[in-house]
């Protein structure tokens, strides 16, 4: 079975039979047509498609209507889309014409509201965090697909690994946030002005972002240790030039799927205060710690930040509405404390390197499309299992199981500190 018929004929909307045939000429190629629109979100500079991934989507029957100004923020120019092949197109006009829309994040109303029954949206929609979305999505009859669900230990789900290419821009931009908001160098400069001692960087959680913050913090010339509770990580950590911490208080914590397990509130504040002895001998702190589905663990509380020494800095990475690993960390924010320390809560930081992004995005989204599109049809196969990991509503309904659960559940307060696993996180592992 495939999403083809049901997905294009309801899609027909504005659209006329020859519409459908490439350049309307009645050369008889059938062509689907996906649109890219500039992102709304706060600070979103980044784009779904950049015009390198345009041409590598002909072949595949996809024509590429782009909205004027869709890249401005990447500084990707209309023309270069227009050159790689893509229609540049008024907002209102790439909703009435496409299949579906290629998106960073979950669309704004607005654009719900503009969609047809049977239309495609795909991208990090989020749905775990937001099943309202997901509701929404299906109330409007849309096929949708969230590359958030993709089930990353498939080999060959790598080359659609969102997460993992948007953590690598946000691992790199974390150190570089680092290093400009500190007042000293990174690395050791011997100068006739004098010498100066190269920074300590610690790296607190070593997934594919905090691997990246150490590589690039090593980079520059620190001196960098890394820490993370999956003791498989210790070989990760020395293979990018950084030392290992060692932390007694805590044992291996490795969970299901290469991930993390939630440490016990023993485990945790035995964490807290170990870490609390070692932190103020760094200059630098970032912390990137993750469990999937909760909210991420305090690893620096506010009694470990007045031990570290004024002048130091500390980048959050995991700062957002739920929390983060730093106590009185804020999204987007920089605070300054009483003790002379820099904490920045990251906010969206691959949207800070737009260009790079946006770039492994749309190569992200190209490998996901090479499987579902062929000559211009669409079509999942429930039988693949990143198709069925990653499609969240079709005709009417949300399919996907654990974003059942998470609507289910909706009465629970997703920002509650309990350490239950949802049911909606369980289902989704
Ligand atoms: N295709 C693949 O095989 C594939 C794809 C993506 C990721 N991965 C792997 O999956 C793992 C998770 O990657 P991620 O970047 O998505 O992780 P993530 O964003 O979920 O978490 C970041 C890191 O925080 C660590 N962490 C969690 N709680 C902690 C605590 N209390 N103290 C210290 N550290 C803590 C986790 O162990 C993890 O390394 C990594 O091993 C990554 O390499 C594999």
Do not use: W
């Amino acid at each position: 079975m495939t999403d083809s018929e049901g997905t294009q004929d309801g899609a027909e909307g504005d659209r006329t039979a020859s519409d459908r045939e490439e350049g309307g000429s009645g050369a008889g190629r059938q062509q689907l047509r996906l649109a890219v629109l500039r992102e709304r979100g706060p600070g979103e500079d980044r784009v779904a498609l950049v015009p390198e991934a345009v041409g590598r989507l002909a072949p595949l029957g996809i024509e590429v209507l782009v909205e004027r100004g869709a890249g401005a923020g990447a500084l990707l120019t209309d023309d270069a889309f227009a050159t790689a092949g893509a229609r540049l197109v008024a907002r209102d006009e790439a909703l009435a014409q496409s299949d579906g829309l290629l998106v960073i994040g979950p669309p704004p109303d607005d654009v719900l509201a503009a969609l047809r029954p049977g239309q495609i949206v795909v991208g990090l929609l989020q749905p775990l965090v937001r099943p309202d979305l997901a509701r929404r999505l299906a109330e409007r009859g849309l096929t949708s697909l969230s590359l958030d669900l993709l089930p990353r230990r498939l080999s060959r789900a790598q080359a659609m690994d969102a997460l993992s290419s948007q953590a690598n821009v946000a691992g790199y931009k974390a150190a570089l946030v680092a290093a400009d908001t500190f007042g000293r160098y990174f690395p050791m400069l011997v100068t006739a002005a004098g010498t100066s001692k190269p920074a300590q960087v610690l790296v607190l959680g070593a997934g594919v972002a905090g691997l990246q913050a150490m590589g690039t913090a090593r980079r520059l010339g620190a001196v960098v240790t890394g820490y993370d509770v999956r003791p498989e990580t210790r070989a990760e950590i020395e293979s990018v030039g950084a030392r290992f911490l060692e932390l007694r208080s805590v044992g291996p914590a490795g969970g299901e799927g290469g991930y993390a397990r939630a440490l016990t509130a023993e485990e945790q504040a035995a964490q807290q205060e170990e870490l609390q002895a070692q932190l103020p001998r760094f200059d630098i702190v970032i912390t990137t710690a993750q469990v999937p589905g909760r909210r991420p663990p305090v690893l620096v509380t506010a009694g470990a930040l007045a031990q570290l020494g004024a002048g130091s800095v500390v980048v959050d990475l995991a700062a957002s509405e739920l929390g983060g690993n730093v106590e009185g960390s804020v999204a987007a924010t920089t605070v300054l404390t009483d003790a002379g320390v820099r904490v920045v809560g990251a906010g969206n930081l691959p949207a800070l390197v737009p260009a790079a992004a946006s770039t492994a995005y749309a190569s992200n989204l190209v490998a996901l499309l090479r499987t579902c599109v062929e000559d211009g049809r669409f079509a999942l196969d429930p039988e693949d299992e990143v198709h069925a990991g990653l499609l969240v509503t079709r005709d009417g309904d949300v399919v996907h199981a654990a974003v059942r659960s998470a609507l289910d559940a909706t009465a629970v307060d997703p920002t509650a500190t309990s350490n239950a696993p949802s049911a909606a996180t369980e289902a989704s592992r």
